[in-house]
């Protein structure tokens, strides 16, 4: 009998530990281990780099290592640090995050003994920011500003070209000290050393200029430097943009004549990268979607002989099989995921995916925390990069809670009650929980928000939680509940204006009854305001706009886009042997449905206060379908003909069927006891129904989270 066949038929027939993840049977694909020769990757599951604060000062490495080492007991088999620069030019942001001295090992030794703890194994990712960082002493090949970065680079001489390979080097000699398992090298998304690589930043007439391969001379020294310095047994993984989607980007040949450069040069794994950060196509927001970009990943992994990664709004287990089963990719990397959810691989290898916390890609609480300089976290998992410092503990005295309300705000105080050890009963008007998510999830781009929905709903059941739907609550009721704390988390409704003449017509709706399908919007639509909700709205409308009133419920899952309408929509070659620089070709976006016009009071460009990663999606998607935008608009009266509104001093006729209003929000909290009142519960209120000032679903979990905690 031949050994392999013993191996395989011993490994059948032996008793399995209850946390062998390799008895999968849904997904084996994932739970596969990985030989790289010298060592073994327990599974094919990579938890991608992301930066998230902590990993810029020394003294928040206690905490950084408790978040890595959640997401190493949650069952993760390979791990990639935040970005950390080889050198003072290569930060990010002033002061960043480095190991570049043999102090530094002491602190990255924190991380690394935890994440070992647990069986999973850890990159450190090498990123060199080149002109996007955000300091003065920003290099480039060439003196070229970048569009996000205030500061011009100034060109690197050959002797900072030298200086740099080493500290790459340095750096990775510490990696190993500090017990690190390899190395990331960070060559993707238009940092320095994709700068190198590309002729759309690269200018330069030297031996590192002109031709593709002097372009990749710089990369590939990297590498060859790194290998050198740490020896044969040391995992070294390089960061690929293998679509770049910005002007003069790479071809599908390019892409792959580096990757077979760099396996040749010493590189363990590849790793995909998506775009630049200054590209003008979605990579990473809940629209694009799911696996979108795993045709390119292919076509790179047929041409080299070393394991290829996955990556890029991968979400959930079924989707993360498929791409190993149709053979698209050996591994799958999911960064925000492992935010949402720390146990995400424990439960996909329990068959438990319908417990999963979802990432949805709205990228409000990690990447925009990120380029606001805050700490980053995950909307529906306030606890994300606080492990150390915000625990669900059982409690010492079980009380009996009553949650009045089911959206997400009533829901995460609920289920983090319950997982404590509480008895919690949730009241809710309408026939089904999810508040105003199940409005967004009908928002073309926007139905991973369905997933949270589904989320909860599932911790409902595993935690016995008792709901009573379609039950208005009374004080009276409240006061006979027999509660040791009641929360109020009764939410919003939407604002009207009472003021504005005609608001009683019918053509007058509020945007709830529009998203619910109580109401239909006609072929011409104003829409007054233009916040988050009015973009949304517009959005709906010039995508078909028709909802019947079932889809509200919470069991139900819209249909996302698929990835060639999406590519056509944005203008993206398809053939994943592209031709076309960066992969652009002309955009065919579909034709809008509706004429829309979307109003705001205040002068200036509309959608201010939009999220940094996202606004700008939704700003495209609605200039591509010719939605007029109109500023300073004083809003006069509606009558039959339309709209009535001043701008300039100019009165003017908008002639439309439906008016569609998104002016804001008003709480709902007249269940809160008044002064004098002497209720016989503990109150508390959260989420809109605290505050509709400034309201979103980061809030509205995050107060429903923390308070739960602390009863």
């Known amino acids: 009998m031949p050994l392999p066949f013993l191996k395989k038929r011993l490994a059948s027939i032996m008793p399995k530990s209850p946390n062998d993840t390799a008895i999968n049977c849904d997904y084996p694909h994932l739970f596969e281990p990985l030989d790289l020769g010298f060592t073994t990757l327990k599974n094919r599951i990579v938890m991608g780099s992301m930066h998230t604060g902590l990993e810029d000062r020394f003294y928040n490495y206690g905490k950084l290592a408790a978040y890595f080492e959640a997401r190493a007991k949650g069952g993760v088999g390979l791990i990639v640090t935040g970005g950390i620069a080889p050198n003072r030019s290569g930060w990010l942001t002033p002061l960043g995050g480095t190991l570049n001295r043999l102090a530094d090992v002491v602190h990255h030794a924190r991380i690394t003994r935890a994440v070992h703890r647990h069986g999973a194994k850890i990159l450190l990712q090498i990123l060199h920011s080149g002109r996007y960082g955000y300091h003065p002493f920003v290099v480039a090949p060439s003196a070229i500003k970048s ?176 791409i190993l089963a149709s053979g698209q990719a050996d591994m799958v990397q999911m960064a925000r995921p492992f935010l949402a959810d720390s146990e995400w691989v424990n439960k996909a290898a329990n068959n438990q995916a319908h417990l999963i916390n979802t990432c949805i890609g709205c990228n409000q609480a990690c990447l925009d925390h990120t380029f606001n300089n805050e700490r980053a976290s995950c909307l529906v998992n306030p606890s994300a990069c606080f492990e150390s410092e915000i625990a669900i503990k059982p409690t010492k005295k079980p009380k009996k809670i009553v949650v009045v309300g089911a959206g997400v705000a009533g829901l995460s105080a609920a289920v983090t009650a319950a997982a404590r050890g509480h008895q919690v009963s949730i009241y809710e008007a309408r026939p089904f929980i999810g508040g105003q998510f199940n409005l967004a999830k009908v928002i073309p781009g926007k139905e991973e928000f369905f997933e949270t929905i589904r989320y909860f709903r599932e911790q409902i059941k595993r935690l016995n939680i008792t709901v009573y739907l379609n039950t208005p609550v009374s004080k009276s009721m409240l006061d006979n509940a027999d509660a040791d704390h009641i929360i109020i988390a009764t939410g919003v409704v939407p604002r009207q204006l009472p003021s504005l003449a005609g608001a009683n017509l019918p053509k007058v709706i509020s945007y709830s009854q529009l998203l619910t399908g109580e109401q239909i919007a006609g072929e011409r639509v104003a829409v007054l305001g233009a916040g988050g909700i009015g973009f949304d709205v517009a959005e709906f409308l010039v995508h078909g706009g028709l909802v019947s009133p079932a889809v509200n419920q919470a069991d139900y899952q819209p249909t996302a886009q698929t990835a060639d309408a999406f590519f056509e929509q944005w203008g993206v070659a398809s053939d994943a042997n592209y031709t076309h620089r960066g992969a652009l070709i002309p955009a065919k976006p579909p034709k809008a449905a509706r004429q829309v016009y979307l109003l705001q009071r205040s002068t200036g460009k509309l959608g201010k206060t939009l999220n940094k990663t996202t606004g700008w999606v939704h700003k495209a998607a609605i200039k591509q379908a010719g939605v007029i935008q109109i500023a300073g608009a004083n809003y006069d009266k509606v009558t039959d003909e339309g709209l009535w509104i001043t701008v300039d001093g100019k009165l003017q006729l908008l002639r439309v069927d439906t008016v569609v209003l998104c002016v804001g929000q008003e709480s709902v909290n007249d269940l809160m006891p008044k002064l004098g009142d002497t209720p016989k519960a503990d109150y508390r209120i959260i989420g809109g129904a605290k505050s509709s000032e400034r309201l979103d679903a980061k809030r509205a979990i995050k107060e429903g989270f923390e308070l739960a905690v602390k009863l």
């Open 147 to 322: 569009p996000i970065s205030p500061f011009k680079p100034r060109q690197m001489s050959l002797k900072n070209i030298q200086a740099t390979i080493g500290d790459f080097a340095h750096t990775a000699t510490l990696a190993k000290k500090a017990g690190y398992d390899g190395v990331e090298i960070m060559g993707s998304e238009g940092y320095l050393i994709n700068q190198f690589l590309s002729a759309r930043t690269n200018k330069r007439t030297d031996a590192y200029g002109g031709s593709l391969q002097n372009r990749m001379k710089f990369a590939l020294q990297i590498v060859q430097a790194v290998r050198a310095a740490v020896g044969a047994d040391f995992i070294i993984s390089f960061r690929l943009s293998i679509i770049e989607l910005v002007e003069d980007g790479a071809t599908t040949d390019e892409v792959i004549a580096l990757a077979k450069a760099l396996a040749d040069a010493g590189v363990s794994l590849i790793n995909t990268g998506i775009g630049w950060h200054e590209a003008r196509i979605p990579t990473i927001v809940t629209s694009v979607p799911r696996a979108a970009f795993t045709r390119y990943t292919a076509a790179v992994k047929k041409a080299v002989n070393i394991p290829v990664i996955a990556a890029n709004r991968i979400n959930m287990p079924a989707t993360a099989e498929a």
